[in-house]
C-alpha cells in the first residue's frame, strides 16, 4: 500500500482558481490509477478526476474526469516528485467540500475506477471552500 499527502487547499472566491497536490510513496505497482475525490458535508464521496500510471501508459498517463468538472479541472503528475496535481479552474460553490487523492492499483487496462471502495490507501484530504 502506498502513502498520499494532499496540500494547496483554501478559501477562494467564484470564478477563482486552485492547484491540489498529492504527494505520494513511490509505487511498485504494474498498473495504477491515482484519483481524486470530494465529499461535501452530508453528502457521499464522489470520484472528480483519476490518473492511470504504469504499462500501457507514456508519461504522462491517462487522464479521466467526471462530468461535473470536465473542461474546469485538470489532473497531470510530476513523476520526478512522485506528486499528482489537480487544477481546479472557474470554481463554484457547490465545489466546496474535503478533497481526498486516493491510489488503486489496476490488474487491467481498464479506465480509473469511480468507486471509493476499490481504493486502497487514501490522503487524509485539503479543504475547498468557494464562496459566492
Known amino acids: 500500500q502506498g502513502q498520499l499527502m494532499e496540500s494547496g487547499g483554501g478559501s477562494v472566491q467564484a470564478g477563482g482558481s486552485l492547484r491540489l497536490s498529492c504527494a505520494t510513496s513511490e509505487f511498485s505497482y504494474r498498473r495504477y490509477c491515482v484519483s481524486w475525490f470530494r465529499q461535501a458535508p452530508g453528502e457521499e464521496r464522489d470520484w472528480v478526476a483519476g490518473?492511470?500510471?504504469?504499462?500501457?501508459?507514456?508519461?504522462?498517463?491517462?487522464?479521466y474526469y467526471s462530468d461535473s468538472v470536465k473542461g474546469r479541472f485538470t489532473i497531470s503528475r510530476d513523476n520526478g516528485k512522485n506528486t499528482v496535481y489537480l487544477q481546479l479552474n472557474a470554481l463554484k460553490p457547490d465545489d466546496t467540500a474535503m478533497y481526498y487523492c486516493?491510489?488503486?492499483?489496476?490488474?487491467?487496462?481498464?479506465?480509473?475506477?469511480?468507486?471509493?471502495?476499490?481504493?486502497?490507501?487514501w490522503g487524509q484530504g485539503t479543504q475547498v471552500t468557494v464562496s459566492s
Open positions: 490518473i492511470r500510471s504504469g504499462v500501457d501508459t507514456d508519461g504522462h498517463g491517462d487522464t
Open positions: 486516493a491510489v488503486d492499483e489496476l490488474w487491467y487496462p481498464i479506465p480509473c475506477r469511480q468507486a471509493p471502495a476499490e481504493y486502497d490507501s
